[in-house]
Structures are given as C-alpha cells and as structure tokens.
C-alpha cells in the first residue's frame, strides 16, 4: 500500500483545509485509515481514525467538533476535513493504514504503511 497524503496549506486562523489520503497501490477499503500529526520538536500524535467500512470513526479530544474523518471507499480516499483550525494546528499531517483492533486504532504502531505528510501551517 502506497499512501499519499495532500490537501495541506497555509491558512488563518478560522479557516479550513481538506486533506485526502489516497493509495496508490492496494485498495483501502480492507484497511482503517488515521490520520497523524507532528509539530516541530514535539512527539507524534494521533488526530482521527476510521474503521474500513466508514461505520466507526473517532477523533482526538483537542480536535473533536473540529475535525471530520470519512472515507469513499469507491473512490479509495479517505478525508479529513478541518474546520476552526487554530495555530496549534500546525503541523505535518500523516495518512496511515492499517489493520488495528478497535483497542489499538489509535496508536501509531497499529498501522503498518505510511504516507509522506503534507504540512499544515495555521496562522494567528
């Protein structure tokens, strides 16, 4: 599975960007899909995840009611669209796929392949 992460952007505070993750290889719907953030000097972290059907979806605390995850399976892309994004936001978003139990889909070691990032920059 080849992923490709793009969407990213320089944006103000308050605005939106939809990031997509795509496979250029394997089909994803046999695999959930999160998406991943790092910002500079700190530790990975995880945003939102999705199961492979699209039924079960969940989100970081600090981004909920912010941050929407879906996928189209019939279109092999799964979406995160960010709204109300402050500086904090800031960061290289990382697609991720995987086949983590419900326990386990939140962390990063879960998911085996890896898209290259695309950064996200939130300006005050």
């Known amino acids: 599975v080849q992923l490709q992460a793009f969407g990213g952007g320089l944006v103000q505070a308050g605005e939106s960007l939809d990031l997509s993750c795509s496979s250029s290889?394997?089909?994803?719907?046999?695999?959930?899909v999160g998406w991943f953030r790092q910002a500079p000097g700190k530790e990975r972290e995880g945003v939102a995840w999705?199961?492979?059907?699209?039924?079960?979806?969940y989100v970081e605390e600090s981004v909920k009611g912010r941050f929407t995850i879906s996928r189209d399976n019939a279109k092999n892309t799964v979406s995160l669209q960010m709204n109300s994004l402050k500086p904090e936001d800031t960061a290289v978003y990382y697609c991720?796929?995987?086949?983590?139990?419900?326990?386990?889909?939140?962390?990063?070691?879960?998911?085996?392949?890896w898209g290259q990032g695309t950064q996200v920059t939130v300006s005050s």
């Open positions: 991720a796929a995987g086949r983590p139990i419900v326990a386990t889909i939140s962390r990063a070691t879960a998911y085996a392949y």
């Open positions: 290889g394997d089909s994803l719907d046999t695999y959930a």
């Open positions: 999705i199961d492979m059907t699209g039924d079960n979806t």
